[in-house]
């Protein structure tokens, strides 16, 4: 396969070619067209003026004096003829010899036209231009008057320094070829970086990126690998995060549950303690079980694909029966969930769904409000969108935890761990889903005031 | 209208196709009426003019003829160097007679009163052939290189070889050669002074001008004198005491006495080839002009427009 510079070195060295020999011809025209033609006009004149020397008669020896004279200063061959025999007057005996003019050349000339004709003069043995004056009395043809100027044809003009010409055309082809040649390596040479880096990206090194040197299409292209090699790298390292978070997450309960139940097996523990171990394993395994629960909700939530189909689904309903399932959870911190209800609304949702988004962040609310506090579900209509709001009155986060807030497994309070049971996965998870609900949310949060969560997903319309 | 004429009309138009498809028809020159014809290989047509200068009927001619001769004053053949026949017509009926397979490259042909026969010259093959009255072949001779001026004198037939220089006499009824004079080169047009002068124009050699008239002596072919005249002269006459002498180099015509005096010039037409002696005129055609002129005492009477080329003049009834 040809390579793309190759390509285009040979379509614009043909172009470069054409150009020449375009240029030869187009030359050539205008040398016929206006140096000949030219010629041609000033021969006329010139033969025409020297024509009214003749005053009828015999052609003079004087005459053809003068005319001789005029040829010794004249740039052109001029001269005078008289004699019959060059001016085929004998043309209906048999002629075997070159006359100056022809028989029809002739009936021309006695009927007083001029003549021009370019072309082999066998007596000049070159290409020449002529102009033939006739000098006519009483119908005779007393004499003529030819101009010639040799024709150097611009072919026969080369023919002389014919390699000369082949070799510096060829010389100049090749000059600009070579010229052509280095232009569009350089221009290709981001090209073939960016080709060397992708392949290096192909080869698993997502750190590479490429010099972005020039503005042209070339540099953005260049731009956009890199942005595109970045968001590679990032999703690279994100995943192996958090890869090692996923084992780290379950390698402590593991050693939890593998470290009490050896020293249960040995019989390291007490009898009176032996109680409390086996709730501490029974513990550790709830905690396995709902953090693998929630890593296949979030692996569900992200590889949700469009053929899971909505439905409308009137909001309120869902809400009571969430605050339902809570309420109970919330009691035990002594806190009070008040849910402030638009009845009227109606979303295309899946009920399964909103429902876990809405748990999610009142099992986070509850994880982190201060026992007794109040905690408010509300949903209202604002325009076409729905609003719902979990708002609580805990710790709150810091400004510069919010950001990071849905990556996953990741925690504001580091030190508190895992003993206040949750995973870090369960913003990621409704994250996941209100983008599969074509919603947006938001988080606003001051700390030692509260959280407050905002969801917009779209009202359905027509129902 | 009757059936008859209706019939008779239906066969008329019938004769006249049929005659369409054969020979053309010229108009009739009455017998008795003398004429100068001019032969205009331009155009190609013959102009026959009278006494009078007047173009009485003009032969528009259908094929490329060169050249025409008087046959017995009543017929005339036409006869063309790129044609392969020669063609005779009856002036009295316009009619075509016969015609003579010469093939091609036929100069010039004469006809010999006394024998009746047709002498042609053939340039392409070099010979000179008899042919008698009917257009049969009676003998051939080759002669030298494109034989074209011939003249007959004394049971002799004198031809000019135009490309070579000689001059071959044949013996009239056997065409057996008798002598070869050298002579110049494109030597054209012959007259015979006084029985013992053979004078011989030309157009000169190659693009060198011939300006003279040589003089042989007729017994032995030898150069005798030469004449200084104007420019090619190429065509020739007589009456009793002067040689009319046409030069085309230089549109003269000259009049020489028998002696070699030239006696009078005159400038008349453009490029002439050709002089005649009709009636009291002397006449010559300008090819290059197209015109006819009838001359008397060295002076133009009439200027008579013909068709293009007049190159040749036919005569009859040269004398009152």
């Known amino acids: ?463 | 209208m009757s059936w008859k004429k209706i019939w008779t009309l239906f066969i008329l138009s019938f004769a006249m196709i049929l005659g369409g498809c054969q020979e053309a028809t010229y108009p009739a020159i009455p017998e008795t009426k003398d004429f100068v014809a001019s032969v205009n290989i331009q155009a190609p047509s013959i102009s026959f003019i009278n006494e009078q200068g007047k173009v009485f009927t003009t032969w528009k001619l259908e094929e490329g003829y060169t050249g025409a001769t008087l046959i017995h004053h009543q017929y005339v053949l036409l006869y063309g160097f790129q044609l392969k026949k020669a063609v005779v017509y009856n002036l009295s009926t316009g009619k075509q007679v016969y015609t003579i397979d010469t093939g091609l490259g036929v100069t010039n042909a004469i006809y010999d009163e006394k024998n009746k026969k047709i002498y042609l010259a053939n340039g392409k093959t070099n010979r000179v052939e008899i042919y008698n009255e009917h257009g049969k072949l009676l003998k051939d001779q080759k002669v030298g290189n494109y034989p074209m001026s011939m003249m007959l004198y004394n049971k002799q037939l004198y031809v000019i070889n135009y490309k070579d220089t000689t001059l071959s006499i044949l013996q009239v009824d056997t065409l057996k050669p008798v002598k070869n004079w050298t002579i110049e080169k494109s030597s054209n047009g012959m007259v015979i002074v006084e029985n013992k002068q053979l004078w011989i124009g030309g157009h000169g050699e190659g693009i060198k001008p011939n300006s003279t008239v040589d003089i042989f002596d007729l017994n032995n072919g030898k150069k005798m004198s030469q004449i200084k005249l104007p420019m090619m002269p190429v065509g020739f006459d007589k009456n009793d005491h002067k040689v009319y002498v046409i030069s085309h180099g230089d549109s003269a015509l000259s009049e020489v006495s028998f002696d070699g005096k030239v006696l009078r010039k005159t400038e008349v037409g453009a490029n002439p080839f050709t002089v005649n002696l009709f009636k009291d005129y002397v006449v010559v055609a300008g090819y290059d002009d197209h015109h006819v002129y009838f001359l008397q005492n060295g002076k133009i009477v009439k200027k008579i427009n013909v068709d293009k080329g007049p190159f040749q003049l036919l005569v009859r009834g040269k004398e009152e």
């Not at chain 1, 055309?169 to 221009?187: D, E, N, P, S, T």
């Not at chain 1, 849910?339 to 769904?353: P, Q, V």
């Open chain 1, 1 to 463: 396969m040809k390579k793309l510079s190759t390509r285009i070195w040979t379509v614009i060295v043909a172009f470069l070619a054409l150009t020449v020999l375009f240029m030869y011809v187009f030359t050539d025209f205008l040398y016929e067209g206006l140096y000949v033609k030219d010629a041609e006009n000033s021969m006329v004149e010139i033969g025409e003026k020297l024509s009214t020397m003749y005053k009828g008669g015999k052609v003079t020896d004087d005459f053809i004096a003068k005319i001789e004279n005029y040829n010794e200063y004249s740039n052109m061959n001029v001269f005078a003829v008289r004699n019959p025999r060059e001016l085929s007057a004998c043309v209906p005996f048999d002629i075997d010899y070159d006359t100056l003019i022809g028989a029809d050349e002739r009936q021309q000339l006695l009927k007083g036209k001029t003549i021009t004709k370019k072309g082999y003069e066998e007596r000049f043995d070159r290409q020449v231009i002529s102009v033939i004056i006739p000098l006519t009395d009483q119908q005779r043809l007393e004499g003529i008057i030819y101009i010639y100027f040799p024709l150097a044809k611009i072919t026969e003009m080369a023919s002389k320094e014919v390699f000369i010409l082949l070799g510096s055309a060829a010389i100049f082809i090749f000059l600009i070829g070579f010229g052509v040649f280095k232009g569009i390596k350089h221009i290709m040479k981001p090209l073939k970086e960016l080709q060397n880096a992708a392949e290096k990206m192909a080869e698993g090194d997502y750190e590479t990126r490429v010099e972005v040197k020039s503005k042209d299409e070339i540099g953005q292209l260049s731009q956009t690998f890199n942005k595109m090699a970045t968001s590679i790298q990032q999703e690279d390292e994100a995943q192996k995060q958090f890869l090692a978070t996923v084992s780290h997450e379950l390698r402590t309960p593991i050693s939890y549950v593998k470290g009490y139940g050896e020293a249960l097996e040995h019989g390291f523990i007490e009898e009176s303690k032996k109680q409390e171990t086996i709730s501490l394993i029974v513990r550790e395994a709830n905690r396995l079980e709902k953090l693998t629960n929630e890593l296949l909700q979030l692996s569900r939530a992200v590889n949700q694909t469009e053929s899971v189909t909505l439905y409308p689904l009137p909001l309120a309903e869902t809400m009571r029966e969430v605050v339902q399932i809570t309420e109970q959870q919330a009691s035990r911190k002594a806190i009070r969930i008040r849910a402030e209800i638009d009845e009227e609304i109606i979303i295309n949702a899946d009920e399964e769904k909103i429902k876990q988004i809405l748990i999610n962040l009142i099992e986070n609310a509850l994880r982190y409000s201060e026992e007794g506090t109040e905690m408010i579900l509300s949903s209202k209509r604002e325009e076409n969108m729905a609003i719902i709001t979990v708002q609580d009155h805990g710790m709150g986060i810091p400004t510069e935890d919010l950001p990071h807030i849905t990556e996953r497994f990741y925690r504001v309070n580091k030190a508190r761990s895992r003993s206040d049971g949750g995973s870090g996965l369960g913003l990621s998870i409704v994250d996941q889903l209100v983008k599969y609900h074509k919603g947006i949310w938001h988080i606003n949060s001051e700390l030692g005031i509260g959280t407050t969560v905002t969801i917009q997903i779209p009202i359905l319309e027509e129902f």
